[in-house]
């Protein structure tokens, strides 16, 4: 059998980190790595390594394409190219969870502990009234339960939070209290001091936070978004923010990136704007990931991590 060819379609930049490790990646797995290439013959492609922004959008010239690999986890970029008809796998990668639950532990604790009273107050004023509550005391709501819901929800369960989960599908998390279904999500708004939004952007998750939602959510609520900016309706959030009943928006992910530099996100006081950095695939485990499919196609075995297209994640 001759060696896979396997092209790597992403931003140009990308192949500078990528190149090394998925090479060492894929001898690790048993591949030759003598059929990675930036270009080649369409016609000749077995595996695109594949980044949703990358110039190729028309699969059709692929004829003996085996299997699209994403790099991101997010798959709505792609998911609906009619040109895409063989499996695509989306990316799990440990490294990716990994920063997924820093970041967003990180900006629960902010919330929880108050942080912004005395980082933003160095005034010479010893206010010692308020003793920031116990994470036990406080509960928060990962909305998706998925390989980084879950993670996220499973860490802030560690620190002692009283957390729930909602997903599309029932589950059993050690610790989390889950829900599920449309029932399910009018439970665990009302319970929401902190909100955590890991879904993907589907047409079933789109404005999914309007405003009969947002304001089902506890007075003063907090709602962090690393998930998809689509998920909220960014005219209710605003409105709700103004009203006071929304406390803050922590939001890293927005239906046009780059923010708009006169998006009224930047200069709300009660939200904080990250530029898409929540979390990132990192080269050394993601292909790793990306190898050990290659060698299941390559094996006849069934390929991890496939995206359902009729649910679009
Ligand atoms: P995943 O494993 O596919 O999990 C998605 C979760 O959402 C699942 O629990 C799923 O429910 C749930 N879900 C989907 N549609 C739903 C619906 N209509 N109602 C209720 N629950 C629904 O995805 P993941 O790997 O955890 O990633 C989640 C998202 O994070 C990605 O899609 C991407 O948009 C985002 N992300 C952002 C960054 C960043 O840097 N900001 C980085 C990586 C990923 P079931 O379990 O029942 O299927």
């Avoid at 390989?147 to 957390?163: I, P, R, S, T």
């Avoid at 998390?173 to 009302?190: P, R, T, W």
């Avoid at 939004?197 to 978004?225: C, E, H, S, Y």
């Avoid at 990132?280 to 359902?308: C, K, M, W």
């Amino acid at each position: 059998m001759s060696d896979p060819v396997i092209l790597f379609a992403a931003k140009p930049e990308r192949w500078v980190t990528y190149e090394a490790p998925l090479r060492k990646a894929l001898i690790n797995a048993g591949i030759s790595d003598t059929g990675l290439t930036l270009t080649d013959e369409p016609k000749d492609v077995d595996y695109i390594v594949y980044a949703p922004n990358s110039e190729i959008q028309d699969f059709t010239p692929y004829t003996r394409l085996k299997a699209v690999l994403n790099l991101w986890a997010g798959v709505e970029a792609v998911v609906g190219n009619q040109t895409l008809t063989v499996p695509l796998a989306r990316m799990v990668d440990s490294g990716l969870t990994d920063g997924m639950v820093e970041w967003c532990v990180g900006h629960v604790l902010r919330h929880h502990l108050g942080m912004d009273a005395h980082i933003r107050n160095q005034d010479g004023v010893w206010r010692n009234d308020v003793i920031p509550p116990l994470a036990r005391d406080r509960s928060v709501v990962v909305f998706g339960l998925g390989v980084l819901g879950a993670a996220v929800a499973q860490a802030l369960v560690g620190l002692g939070f009283d957390v729930h989960g909602w997903a599309r599908s029932p589950k059993v998390l050690d610790g989390v209290i889950c829900h599920a279904g449309s029932e399910g999500f009018q439970e665990v708004l009302g319970r929401a001091d902190i909100s955590i939004l890991l879904l993907p952007d589907t047409p079933a998750t789109t404005n999914l936070f309007d405003a009969v939602r947002l304001a089902q959510m506890p007075k003063g609520a907090v709602l962090i978004n690393p998930g998809r900016g689509p998920l909220i309706d960014d005219d209710a959030l605003l409105d709700a923010l103004d009203g006071g009943h929304i406390g803050h928006a922590t939001l890293d992910v927005f239906r046009v990136e780059p923010l708009p530099v006169d998006h009224p996100y930047w200069a709300h006081p009660n939200v904080t704007v990250t530029p898409h950095i929540a979390s990132e695939t990192r080269p050394d485990t993601a292909t790793q990931v990306v190898a050990e499919n290659i060698r299941r196609g390559e094996a006849g075995l069934p390929f991890l991590h496939l995206v359902d297209r009729s649910l679009g994640y």
